[in-house]
């Protein structure tokens, strides 16, 4: 049978792409103590890379205070090129194109991560989830000034290690969304203030990764921005908002839109009267100036079809992409029946899924917990605390 999603697919900046099928982030916490790769993270992104057209690799912190979980990667300091390099090469074998998502974790760290330190954001309002979230300390002009600088010369790192692109991590509440929140952002200064005043941390980090991209990239190199579309906390992100800023983003220089939910059929979690899914709602503002990843209980290639006929570019899997590292090599063999749509604990090290992970994904199998690409319950932020974008508990 013939699909869509095995069609290549072509950036405004030159890069192509084999197919348009897309590994979402997906956590491993196997990286050192200090955020260097560890040879885990290698096999595990080789043994997925080949058959997938692009695969975004798991977050990595811009700057030592961004720092959210144990296991995290790097790309705070020039040490860390090395390492993400092999990292690249192994996710580029046979075509696949790579690229590495970067942020800053903000109030979602705790002082046991920071190692003493107190967590940061744009102000000092501690997350509601989960209950026992730290209250940060608000950042000051000069910090912010400095975390923008650290996204560029993350993004800088990035292009040195031979990365494709990299992905600003925008979703999830992490400190990008934190600064266009009303719920985290209540600064009096120029980050903060009304809707579009709170997007002005956002697009000074774009600016600082595209200026580096035009600095340093020898290649096309892609620079993506991933967002969440609603916060359950009042006063939170609205719809609304975030569609005020899908269209921010399709005049910005990004080069694509990630939208980050764990269905790409899910409507609005605030309006239980709008029935239409979101990712339309995203693709109408988009109107065709940015492609779009849409991502979200995709498993079969009927899934993957369906949503690229809901207008989005790309398609992209988290937890099918751990279950099963050949679901593209499969579909084009025609070998669809012997896909794994779940995933046992004795099959763990053959896929080459790190220890770490392992332990994570078995803890969360026996307690039935419920892990998607975007928080949308009060369940899924109380178990943020080191977020898995691809699991569910039927793995």
Known sequence: MTYNFMQPYTFANGLTLKNRVVMSPTTTMSSFYNGRVTNDEIAFYGARSGGLGLIIGEVANVIASGKGFEGELSIADDGDIAGLSELAHAMKRNGTKAILQIFHAGRKSNDSILRGEQPVSASAIAAAYPADSQEPRALTADEIDEIIVAFGAATRRAIAAGFDGVELHGANTYLLQQFFSPNSNQRTDK?????????????????????????????????????????????????????????????????????????????????????????????????????????????????????????????AMGREMIREPEWVEKVAAGDEASIRYQLAPSEMTALKIPRAMQDYLKGACYSVMHFTDDPATVEDYQNQAAPMEGFEKKL
């Open 191 to 315: 980050w903060g203030g009304d809707r579009e005043a709170r997007m002005g941390f956002a697009k000074a980090v774009i600016a600082s990764a595209h200026a580096a991209i035009t600095e340093n990239a020898d290649r096309p190199f892609l620079l993506g921005y991933r967002f969440s579309p609603e916060e359950i906390e009042t006063p939170g992100i609205r719809l609304a908002d975030s569609l005020a800023f899908v269209d921010m983003l399709a005049e910005s220089t990004v080069d694509y839109v990630h939208v980050s939910m764990g269905s790409a059929h899910r409507t609005s979690l605030n309006d239980k009267m709008d029935h239409e899914p979101i990712l339309i709602k995203v693709v109408q503002q988009l109107a065709g100036r940015k492609p779009l990843i849409g991502v979200g209980s995709v498993e079969t290639p009927a899934d993957a079809d369906a949503v690229l006929a809901m207008g989005t570019d790309l398609v």
